[in-house]
């Protein structure tokens, strides 16, 4: 697939992993639409300040997923869509889950509706490891069984089986991509690796919850690297895919190695209201990658130590715009 002057949706296209893939189709040439959510400050979440209106190859689009008319206008006259746009912070989906069933069930059904009516040519739709839940086996194929260990996980669930439906029922050209845990610059402390590397550039005491869960981390580069084979691909058509590291560390192995290089006089605290119930915690994720590599040739080209001193570098240059310290959920 050539992507010079194709015309691409980016869904979610402010957020962490969608900033990221905005950024390489544009390198590509292609002709991106991003769709960031709307709000009153006119923000493009992590575009912001780095696009501008007059970016070539760029259009930025405010609106909303849940909102069947806009979706379509939004979908229209594109040959690729990748839906990116969720709700993804796991502590909050057990206080606020109407809205996660609002925008990634709903949201997910009404971007498919519009891909279909469309004719776009591929939609790759995002899932999450999460929605394995904690590991019966490892690695772990994607004949996994799904379990729904918290409101956001099985909200995804149910995201992932709508655009699979959709595949089954209308033909529709998608594929779902299932990343285990992405990390990297411009991040969000509601994920582990910017909450550990925030504190401890700016503290001696690092704040966690557990500490024994067992994480497959993938660099943002070879996710997003993910999101672009699988479109490539016609073998990838109809399918979820894995694209994850294949190693495996505790929550506390990573903590170390971070503190290693970002303060090693830090010092790791448990902190009880960071702790996840008992029975929506996933106690291990391990990928198995091998089936991205066999439909679409991917494979990751970071390992865990270079991605996080790539991380971390940014990360001291950007400390301004994280609240180290507090919990976000």
Same mark, same amino acid.
């Given at each position: 697939?050539? *992507?010079?002057?194709?015309?691409?949706?980016?869904?979610?296209?402010?957020? =962490?992993?969608?900033?990221?893939?905005?950024?390489?189709?544009?390198?590509?040439?292609?002709?991106?639409?991003?769709?960031?959510?709307?709000?009153?400050?006119?923000? *493009?979440?992590?575009?912001?300040?780095?696009?501008?209106?007059?970016?070539?190859?760029?259009?930025?689009?405010?609106?909303?997923?849940?909102?069947?008319? =806009?979706?379509?206008?939004?979908?229209?006259?594109?040959?690729?869509?990748?839906?990116?746009?969720?709700?993804?912070?796991?502590?909050?989906?057990?206080?606020?889950?109407?809205?996660?069933?609002?925008?990634?069930?709903?949201?997910?059904?009404?971007?498919?509706?519009?891909?279909?009516?469309?004719?776009?040519?591929?939609?790759?739709?995002?899932?999450?490891?999460?929605?394995?839940?904690?590991?019966?086996?490892?690695?772990?194929?994607?004949? $996994?069984?799904?379990?729904?260990?918290?409101?956001?996980?099985?909200?995804?669930?149910?995201?992932?089986?709508?655009?699979?439906?959709?595949?089954?029922?209308?033909?529709?050209?998608?594929?779902?991509?299932?990343? =285990?845990?992405?990390?990297?610059?411009?991040?969000?402390?509601?994920?582990?690796?910017?909450?550990?590397?925030?504190?401890?550039?700016?503290?001696?005491?690092?704040?966690?919850?557990?500490?024994?869960?067992?994480?497959?981390?993938?660099?943002?580069?070879?996710?997003?690297?993910?999101?672009?084979?699988?479109?490539?691909?016609?073998?990838?058509?109809?399918?979820?895919?894995?694209?994850?590291?294949?190693?495996?560390?505790?929550?506390?192995?990573?903590?170390?190695?971070?503190?290693?290089?970002?303060?090693?006089?830090?010092?790791?605290?448990?902190?009880?209201?960071?702790?996840?119930?008992?029975?929506?915690?996933?106690?291990?994720?391990?990928?198995?990658?091998?089936?991205?590599?066999?439909?679409?040739? *991917?494979?990751?080209?970071?390992?865990?130590?270079?991605?996080?001193?790539?991380?971390?570098? *940014?990360?001291?240059? $950007?400390?301004?715009?994280?609240?180290?310290?507090?919990?976000?959920?």
């Amino acid at each position: 697939m050539k *992507w010079q002057d194709r015309p691409v949706l980016v869904t979610g296209a402010g957020g =962490f992993i969608g900033s990221h893939l905005v950024d390489e189709l544009l390198r590509k040439g292609a002709d991106v639409t991003a769709f960031v959510h709307y709000n009153a400050r006119n923000d *493009w979440g992590m575009l912001e300040g780095r696009y501008t209106d007059a970016t070539p190859n760029l259009q930025v689009i405010a609106g909303d997923v849940t909102d069947a008319l =806009f979706v379509r206008k939004a979908v229209a006259g594109k040959e690729v869509v990748f839906h990116l746009a969720a709700l993804i912070g796991i502590p909050y989906s057990y206080v606020a889950p109407e809205s996660y069933v609002n925008t990634n069930i709903k949201g997910t059904l009404n971007m498919m509706q519009a891909a279909l009516d469309e004719d776009v040519t591929r939609i790759v739709h995002t899932s999450t490891s999460e929605t394995y839940g904690t590991a019966q086996y490892t690695p772990i194929d994607e004949n $996994h069984p799904l379990q729904g260990q918290s409101p956001y996980s099985a909200s995804k669930i149910g995201a992932d089986k709508i655009a699979e439906s959709f595949y089954c029922s209308f033909g529709l050209p998608v594929t779902t991509i299932r990343p =285990f845990n992405t990390y990297g610059p411009r991040q969000s402390t509601r994920a582990v690796i910017p909450t550990i590397i925030t504190q401890a550039l700016t503290s001696d005491r690092v704040k966690l919850g557990s500490l024994t869960p067992i994480r497959d981390l993938t660099y943002v580069a070879d996710t997003v690297s993910g999101f672009i084979r699988f479109a490539e691909s016609k073998k990838t058509v109809g399918r979820t895919i894995n694209t994850g590291s294949g190693r495996g560390v505790t929550i506390g192995e990573l903590a170390d190695i971070i503190i290693g290089k970002a303060n090693p006089n830090a010092k790791i605290i448990c902190e009880q209201k960071r702790v996840r119930p008992d029975k929506s915690e996933v106690m291990e994720l391990l990928c198995d990658n091998r089936l991205a590599g066999e439909l679409a040739g *991917w494979k990751p080209a970071y390992t865990l130590e270079k991605g996080l001193d790539l991380t971390i570098g *940014w990360m001291k240059k $950007h400390l301004a715009a994280y609240k180290a310290g507090v919990y976000t959920v």
